[in-house]
């Protein structure tokens, strides 16, 4: 037979693997000088350093520096080595299907006690941050609105129960939850008070109900 070979693309679950491991290994080094040494300090250089790779290859796995940051904080809300879509996160799904509101809470408070140990860190770190570096004071507007416009699409569930008291409003209802679940709060209780992880959740519940729910 005659003719031109075809180009065929690879596929190699062994080469994607070890990708996703190289990753896996950059944003963790990315998170530990975040939070350790602050942004300034966390060049790309220093993260290619810390997580024993060629700087090429953080570019090549992450990006640039604001993308990089980015994904660390995508990926502490998720918990997963990628940013997932507010929707299709496992604890969204529960809240949704759940009966009736003190169940959404409840699911949504122990939900926090995954998330907030991984992602009040790189929060704080960011916050102390931002007012020096205009492209993560961006990124921080962006993450504390984001948030806010989550906490009024949980208002709508908890208000299509009927459990919510009649003088509460939408708005109400996301503020006052966007205020109590904030990462910085979490540091309060947790990190200088030294309540541990469980009581904070526990505590949050309960305290979302007497606010928010009728007796």
Do not use: C
């Not at 300090?41 to 640039?64: F, H, I, P």
């Not at 409840?106 to 926090?112: D, R, T």
Request: proline share 5%; no cysteine; charged share 30%.
């Amino acid at each position: 037979m005659t003719g031109q070979p075809r180009n065929r693309s690879y596929h190699s679950p062994l080469r994607e693997e070890r990708a996703l491991q190289t990753r896996r290994v950059i944003l963790d080094a990315a998170r530990k000088l975040l939070v350790e040494v602050g942004y300034g300090q966390m060049t790309m250089k220093a993260v290619a350093r810390e997580a024993g790779v060629a700087l090429d290859t953080v570019y090549e796995s992450v990006g640039r520096k604001p993308v990089l940051v980015r994904l660390l904080v995508e990926t502490a809300i998720s918990g997963r080595d990628e940013a997932v879509p507010a929707g299709e996160r496992d604890y969204v799904r529960r809240i949704l299907a759940a009966p009736t509101a003190r169940e959404k809470i409840v699911v949504y408070a122990q939900a926090l006690r995954e998330i907030l140990p991984r992602l009040a860190p790189i929060v704080v770190a960011l916050r102390d941050a931002a007012s020096a570096h205009p492209d993560l004071a961006a990124l921080w507007k962006q993450v504390a609105e984001r948030r806010a416009e989550n906490m009024r699409l949980l208002a709508d569930d908890l208000l299509a129960t009927g459990e919510v008291r009649p003088a509460l409003d939408r708005d109400a209802v996301a503020d006052v939850i966007w205020s109590m679940n904030a990462p910085e709060f979490y540091t309060l209780l947790v990190g200088e008070r030294g309540w541990s992880p469980d009581r904070f959740a526990a505590w949050l519940a309960e305290a979302w109900e007497r606010l928010l729910l009728v007796d």
